[in-house]
């Protein structure tokens, strides 16, 4: 049954060439795929240089990526948000499956996974059952009991850590 979709969790880790078991966060609610990118570049010759991940990451390894084969998207966040971001084939192994897929290169330090796999890497190759999870990656987050009784304390000096400039975090 070579057609059967292979059915993966919330939670996945993907392979590269250079590094191995980076977490990724599986997003049926996402139309394409991202991965944090550095050193993001188009050099006089129209080559697109990048390195996969930076330096804060401990999937880092500063190999730097060239090709001539990518182009340009617009992306919106959840936020509503609009910005333009180059595109690339990136090979990887997914499930113990090798497939060539099309990431977004950004910058992604801020958020808890490195890699965003969307529907467009999963349709025909695989099934989501969001009750799996690998759990590759522990997300400490703040109760909403402990962030009320950090409000309770000082409400001014919560607002303007969590919400003061649109950071709401």
């Known amino acids: 049954m070579a057609n059967e979709k292979q059915v993966i ?3 996945i880790a993907v ?3 250079e590094v191995k078991g980076v977490p ?3 997003d049926t609610g996402a139309d394409s795929s991202a991965i944090w990118a550095s050193d993001i570049f188009v050099d006089e010759d129209h080559n697109l240089h990048f390195k996969l991940f930076g330096t804060g990451s401990p999937y880092y390894t500063g190999a730097e990526h060239v090709t001539k084969s990518f182009d340009v998207t617009s992306t919106k966040s959840s ?3 609009t910005a333009l971001k180059y595109r690339t084939k990136i090979s990887i192994k997914l499930a113990g499956r090798k497939i060539k897929a099309n990431f977004g290169l950004s910058e992604r330090s801020t958020h808890s996974y490195p890699i965003l796999i969307g529907r467009r890497t999963l349709s025909g190759k695989f099934v989501v059952d969001v009750s799996k999870s690998e759990k590759l990656v522990k997300i400490s987050r ?4 402990q962030l009320n009784e950090k409000m309770k304390q000082d409400p001014y000096k919560f607002y303007k850590e969590h919400y003061q400039k649109g950071t709401q975090k």
Do not use: I, Q, S, W
């Open 9 to 11: 969790g919330r939670e």
């Open 15 to 17: 392979d590269f060439a």
């Open 24 to 26: 990724a966060k599986v």
């Open 79 to 81: 936020l509503g948000e």
């Open 142 to 145: 703040e109760t909403t009991k």
